[in-house]
């Protein structure tokens, strides 16, 4: 749908200012259908890159290419819902009122606004406030509605800026069902976020940009799978003076016996099986995922 094809962005500079590179050739596509995740450090270009599609400013070099969007621009963009990263809200207008004010620039009508927000306020778990002044809301209901008023024109696909940044743990937890159930409905999703668990959680690829340059486009689940090997938690109950024989990287001494001990991943047979010949109780082996969030930011670039 979209195919950002080898875009630089420089930042002229100033009287007092270096020219500066935001991006340095940037290049993926968002398919149809599919809900992709963003990833970047702030900083990292996310905003530059979304404002290039969203046409506010021009890249240096490269081009965004828009497919089954549209003819014209007009079109495209009518196809398009943006919420940017810090969306400005009229305080003194309810929640009704903003959305009809938004769903008129999009040009609907009152009755299909109406109609629109009938459906969507309940998924969006806004409409004990819709009456209500946009000053009453918490954060994360203004995230909520802001992002109701980018769908209300039927728009095939929703950019998202941090739609997440800033919002506690329920409030994050709210926004995601709602990207998880637009995306349902059929929407294409692509959202920046610079908290990787949100992404990991969500979405089915993750780009990633890091100091203006893309350094992973991909599945997340592919990710995962080439990452090297890991170690094992297991916990057993034992007797209290313990100690395998099997080489262990750590024991941890838990109360009331219980002990875990970490161990590599070629060892972890030959541990369970001395706990099993020693009577231990084995009460849980895990394995220690690495998080994306370890993926990216410590072990630095994957391509
Ligand atoms: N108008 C601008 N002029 C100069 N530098 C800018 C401008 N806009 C953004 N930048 C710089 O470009 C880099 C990328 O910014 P941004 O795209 O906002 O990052 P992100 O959204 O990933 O946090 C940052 O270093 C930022 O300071
Ligand atoms: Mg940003």
Redesign the pocket.
């Known amino acids: 749908m979209i195919k950002f094809n080898n875009v630089t962005?420089i930042?002229k500079s100033d009287l007092l200012?270096q020219p500066?590179t935001?991006?340095s050739n940037v290049s993926f596509e968002i398919p149809e259908g599919s809900m992709v995740g963003f990833l970047?450090?702030?900083?990292?270009?996310?905003?530059?890159?979304?404002?290039i599609i969203m046409d506010f400013?021009r890249p240096s070099t490269g081009e965004v290419k828009f497919s089954n969007l549209g003819k014209d621009k007009l079109e495209i963009f009518k196809n398009i819902g943006f919420l940017p990263?810090r969306p400005y809200f009229y305080p003194s207008l309810s929640g009704e009122d903003f959305l009809r004010f938004m769903g008129q620039l999009s040009g609907l009508s009152l009755p299909e606004i109406q109609k629109e927000m009938t459906r969507w306020a309940p998924v969006f778990k806004i409409e004990h406030a819709l009456k209500r002044e946009l000053k009453t809301y918490s954060k994360g209901m203004l995230q909520r509605i802001g992002f109701l008023a980018t769908i209300l024109h039927h728009p095939k696909i929703i950019i998202l800026?941090?739609p997440l940044s800033g919002l506690d743990p329920i409030g994050r937890k709210e926004l995601k069902d709602v990207i998880i159930q637009v995306h349902k409905e059929g929407k294409t999703v692509f959202f920046?976020s610079?908290i990787v668990p949100d992404v990991e959680e969500i979405c089915d690829r993750v780009i990633f940009?890091k100091e203006?340059k893309l350094v992973y486009d991909g599945p997340v689940n592919r990710l995962m799978k080439n990452a090297k090997a890991q170690d094992y938690f297991v916990s057993a109950l034992t007797n209290d003076s313990y100690n395998p024989i099997t080489q262990i990287k750590e024991m941890v001494k838990l109360p009331d016996n219980l002990k875990r001990f970490i161990v590599t991943s070629d060892l972890k047979d030959s541990l369970l099986l001395e706990l099993m010949t020693n009577k231990c109780n084995i009460v849980s082996v895990e394995m220690q995922k690495p998080s994306l969030e370890e993926i990216f930011y410590k072990s630095g670039s994957q391509k």
């Open positions: 962005k930042f200012t500066f935001a991006l970047g450090a702030n900083g990292a270009g996310k905003t530059t890159s979304l404002k400013i990263e800026d941090e920046s610079h940009l203006g």
